[in-house]
T-cell receptor, first 113, second 113 residues
């Protein structure tokens, strides 16, 4: 079982809905990440939080809004998504930075109607 | 384009044989590499990592080789088992600009009984 927990596992939403994806880890990791993975493609980095501060935003559209309430939690707020945003959204964490292994959750499978 | 790539998109091996999955990278300044395994419906699972000051690193049934001269990375899996069936990604830390983990396209490993 993964030590990074993501909820929900599946989410179907309309283009006008607002929803949030949640990620939690209790490994004491201080870096947390959001990735997007389309079918048959590798994960692509979206956001990086380091010590609860946003350190990298890979030019992600503003309809995706990350939040890191504390060192164990990471949220991704969704609003006015497009059908092409349908994908697997993966959360990961690492001890302190990029040069340490990132541990991934099993993702949220998001479908936009 | 992607700085990390794989030579073959699919690989089939007989159960019990050794598997070798290859990866080429183009950024000679990269200094940290990771192999991940992703099973269907799950997030990427850390297998093994290697830093550029090493040529070889061994884990349980896995060995990673790094050839910096030709910018090549490989993952060897000994005595392949059915549970090894998955997509394998190599990943590289790009150190130009903001550091980030970049995944290769992946190789699907299929184990034949």
């Amino acid at each position: 079982d993964t030590e990074v927990t993501q909820t929900p596992k599946h989410l179907v939403m309309g283009m006008t809905n607002k929803k949030s994806l949640k990620c939690e880890q209790h490994m004491g990791h201080r870096a947390m990440y959001w990735y997007k993975q389309k079918a048959k493609k590798p994960p692509e980095l979206m956001f990086v939080y380091s010590y609860e501060k946003l350190s990298i935003n890979e030019s992600v559209p503003s309809r995706f809004s990350p939040e890191c309430p504390n060192s164990s939690l990471l949220n991704l707020h969704l609003h006015a998504l497009q059908p092409e945003d349908s994908a697997l959204y993966l959360c990961a964490s690492s001890l302190a930075g990029m040069r340490q292994p990132q541990h991934f959750g099993d993702g949220t499978r998001l479908s936009i109607l | 384009g992607e700085s990390v790539g794989l030579h073959l998109p699919t690989l089939s091996v007989q159960e019990g044989d050794n598997s070798i999955i290859n990866c080429a990278y183009s950024n000679s300044a990269s200094d940290y590499f990771i192999w991940y395994k992703q099973e269907s419906g799950k997030g990427p699972q850390f297998i093994i990592d290697i830093r550029s000051n090493m040529d070889k690193r061994q884990g349980q049934r896995v060995t990673v080789l790094l050839n910096k001269t030709v910018k090549h990375l490989s993952l060897q899996i000994a005595a392949t088992q059915p549970g090894d069936s998955a997509v394998y990604f190599c990943a590289e830390i790009l150190i130009q600009g903001a550091q980030k983990l970049v995944f290769g396209q992946g190789t699907r490993l299929t184990i034949n009984p």
